[in-house]
């Protein structure tokens, strides 16, 4: 097999499909980074395509370019080269710093045995984990986890300056370098070099690109002068493709499995080398076809992706390729087994001239449709003219008309099935066995209104596998010819097909038909299923159906080109990315090619779509690029717990389909939360004020607007409920509610007992004051100093008497409340103060030192009391006065006297003093202090805060 590959690559084909190119699509810098040339580039796991520029690393969506800029204290910034190793993304600059990608930011490469001081050329890593890093310099590093070793050429690598670098999956390192292709492994210090150079058969030792072949152990080779190169590493064997290469170095290369080779050169722009008949050739009316390709990148869509040095970053998709010469209004393709591209236009029949790379007619009919038999013999149909058949062999032409039976001069399709040709006419369908070269058809009897048919006006005809053959008509809709049997389908459940334009049937043998007005319907041999805009076919008016090689249907229609799995019922819309908007193309202008390829003919253009055999994503990539809270962006997706305060979410994603980025649509919804799918074509959804609770946000993207099986990317997260509102918490207030009402009953029980108490001591003190006033001895020494005023001085008896009157009045007055004024305190002891200077003259002396007095309080009779007890217990004479002072000092009220005692001591009930000190304590204050010697008695009582004490009546806090 593969030397009769090597056999064509060396033979080439003069018949090669070379005129058809991809339509390459600049991808230009934004306005600012205009003066910015791009270097390498390189497609992440994650779908990422990433730029290496002389200015720095840039990371590319298919519509914006997000620039990556490294310190300029530690980098250049010329990015050199592009890899992934250990899942991380690693870039590689000129002067040697390594910086990887760790989150949404990257980080210097430290290692203890340093980097490297020369260009970084290539990253690499294999299924052993050893991670290898080309220099142009320095040669080879690989790391192993811990250390890092070098490979140059004291160790017999042929050359320091390494241009390549491809890691195999074993983990063996293929570099190329001025000595040639050399094979690296590593295994600690112990380090095994093979080389592949001249002597080995390489075309040229300067090796500048290597790259799988697709088979095991094979490789292509891109040289400096001498070209390309296989080699295959099982048989040790190099193999060259293409003898005195004529064109410039080749720079890189990029493979389409069993389809091709693309090669970017130095200085002749992009070639491509055909497997299927290698023939190598340079890429015409590309933009690329000279000029210096620096990198070519194919990406997991199937796209190629070229640099060319001052156009910069270009973009082809590789399915489709486009015949450069166009032609007016194009009806008919096709493609015969010699290879030859023919093509039926109003204006005549045309043929694709190789050597000159343009079209020349053939026929100046016009024609509707074409076919080729199996016996080589082309038919052409055409408008009002019958029937031409052609030999390719001999040239010769046979005109068939309504004199050989045909029923009608208007053919609209032409198909074959095991040696019978059938016409699809404007007069119904007619059909004969293949006649023998250069001799006239035989016609039989048409299929027509007249037999069954329903009309006369028939679009398409199409033999299935199953041995039935399918008729499309204008009116009448879908027949099928079966067992000599046929049958009309003109509607379907309640659907009136009528016009029915083309046919197709599926690699499970379901036949498929496009209607006028009603979409695509499926016949699977027992039901017909309908699918129309809502299953995603985006234009109803479809001109063409056939299956492609490699099972997909391809729809056309005026608003592009759909691919369906008829599987899965994936759909996949390619419109301006591949040049087809906005065209209008004619019924049935499809035909299959060679190879696994369809042509399609869209009004003036003619198009080839094929199945490349690669494993393609059909899908777009969706990715949640951002989570940020209150704007903040917070480590996705390692963090997915937030506090309450924490709900301000916004998310920020997107779907990479670098086939048509524009075309990307996306719809979101917050499990937990939204009760629908959300659909937008922005790039982020913002939540405010998120409850507590479980959440998955939930994001996925489309480029066909359907959503019916694209994967759906989450991320789960949780917004913590307020200490307050958890269990634990909850559990712990209701302990301490508890504890705190317990608390707060026994201190009302006990404040309650204080209260009690302290009415108790109150009213017993307003008892002992009143009893202590109003006792035979206070009376009769009251009235007896009454009696002598009066007989003195009767003005002043009637001053005595208010006096009395004003205490005893006081008395009454203030035997309720708790505490009083100092004011009104001091009020009723001078009043007090007053009936005893009547009685003991000049011999009692009292004092009063109590400046702003009606700042403070103090319990009722508390001074008078203290007075009292002075006269009651020291002796009062002219020879012995006695002396009372009431003073405040210190925050306190102080009553003091010498101490004078009697010989005789009065009668005590012991209430006095006891009786203040316990109603001080019950208000909370600090106690009362009695200092007592045997020359003064010194009483020190706290004060209270008039304003915040006054009349409560409760248990306050003292001032002080």
Known sequence: MYKAFLALVLLGAAFSMKGQVPLFELQPMPEQYQDIRPKVLYQASDRYIWVGTEKGLFRFDGLEYQLFLMPDSICNNQVTAIGEMNGQLWAGYQDGCIFHQAGAQFQLWQIEEGLPKAPITGFGQGENGLAWIATYGEGLYYHNGRHLYNINTDDGLPGDDIYTLFVDPKGDAWVGTDGGLSRCRGQAEAKHIHTIGKAEGMPDEIVRAVIPAGQPGQFWVGTHSGGLALYDEQMDEVRVPVNDWPYAPVNALAIYRNQELWIGTDGDGLLRLAFKDGQLTPLRATGLENGRILDLLKDEEGNLWSIQQFLGISKANRKFEQVPQELPDIQAVLETADGSLWAGCQTGLFRYDHARSQFEKVLPENTLSLYESPGG?????????????????????????????????????????????????????????????????????????????????????????????????????????????????????????????????????????????????????????????????????????????DGNLVI????????????????????????????????????????????????????????????????????????????????????????????????????????????????????????????????????????????????????????????????????????????????????????????????????????????????????????????????????????????????????????????????????????????????????????????????????????????????????????????????????????????????????????????????????????????Y?????????????????????????????????GFSTWMF
């Open 377 to 549: 013999q082309l038919y052409a149909g055409t408008f009002g003219q019958g029937l031409y058949i052609l030999d390719s062999g001999t040239g010769a032409k046979i005109h068939v008309t309504a004199s050989d039976g045909l029923s009608n001069g208007s053919i609209l399709d032409i198909t074959g099935r095991d040696g019978t040709i059938w016409l699809a006419t404007l007069g119904g369908v007619n059909s004969f066995e293949e006649p023998p070269s250069g001799e006239r058809p035989l016609i039989t009897p048409r299929f027509d209104e007249q037999s069954a048919l329903g009309t006369n006006f028939t679009y398409t005809v199409f033999p299935d596998s199953h041995g039935r053959i399918w008729f499309g008509t204008d009116g009448e809709g879908l027949s099928v010819l079966e067992g000599g049997i046929l049958r009309n389908y003109n509607t379907i459940g309640s659907i009136d097909i009528q016009a029915v334009y083309s046919i197709t049937e599926d690699k499970q043998g379901h036949i498929w038909f496009s209607t006028a007005r009603e979409g695509v319907f499926e016949y699977d041999g027992d039901r017909f299923r309908q699918l129309t805009l809502r299953e995603g076919i985006r234009d109803l008016a479809i001109t063409s159906l056939i299956t492609a090689p």
């Open 921 to 953: 304590e019950m208000l909370g204050t600090p106690p009362l202090q009695v200092i007592s010697d045997d020359h003064f008695f010194r009483v020190e009582l706290p004060l209270l805060d008039a304003t915040a004490d006054l009349h409560k009546n």
């Open 556 to 919: 056309v229609h005026p608003s592009g080109v759909d691919l369906l799995d008829p599987v899965n019922r994936h759909i996949i819309y390619y419109d301006e990315g591949i040049g087809v908007k906005g065209l209008e193309p004619n019924l049935n202008a499809v035909a299959a090619g060679s190879g696994r390829s369809v042509w399609l003919g869209m009004e003036n253009k003619i198009f080839r779509y094929t199945a490349l055999e690669e494993t393609l994503s059909i899908h777009p990539k969706t990715l949640i690029t951002n989570v940020s809270v209150f704007l903040e962006p917070v480590d996705y997706p390692s963090v997915s717990t937030f506090n309450h305060d924490q709900n301000n979410l916004v998310f920020e994603f997107t779907g990479l389909w670098y086939a048509d980025p524009r075309a990307v649509r996306y719809r979101y919804k917050l499990d937990g939360f939204d009760l629908d799918w959300i659909s937008t074509r922005d790039q982020q959804a913002i939540y405010s004020n998120l409850p507590p609770g479980a959440y998955t946000f939930k994001v996925v993207s489309t480029e066909n607007d359907t959503y019916s099986d694209e994967p759906v990317v989450a991320y789960a997260f949780t917004i913590r409920r307020p200490y307050w509102q958890r269990w634990w918490f909850v559990l712990l207030a209701l302990g301490a509610s508890i504890v705190l009402l317990t608390v707060w009953v026994r201190q009302r029980d006990r404040r309650q007992q204080r209260i009690a108490r302290l009415e108790k001591e109150k009213v017993q003190s307003q008892f002992e004051a009143l009893k202590s006033q109003i006792n035979p001895h206070f009376l009769f020494n009251s009235f007896n100093t009454l009696a002598a005023i009066i007989e003195e001085s009767p003005g002043e008896a009637v001053q005595y008497v208010d006096k009395l009157s004003d205490f005893y009045r006081s008395i009454l007055q203030y035997r309720e409340q708790t505490v009083i004024n100092l004011s009104e305190e001091l009020r009723l002891v001078r009043d007090y103060g007053y009936l005893l200077k009547y009685r003991y003259g000049e011999n009692l002396e009292m004092e009063y030192k109590v400046p702003e007095a009606d700042r403070y309080a103090v319990v009722p009779f508390a001074l008078q009391l203290l007075v009292e007890n002075a006269v009651k217990h020291n002796v009062i004479s002219s020879t012995r006065r006695l002396s009372i002072s009431i003073e405040i000092s210190s925050n306190k009220i102080i009553v003091a006297n010498n101490v004078q005692p009697k010989f005789t001591k009065e009668s005590s009930t012991s209430f006095g003093l006891e009786s203040l000190r316990q109603r």
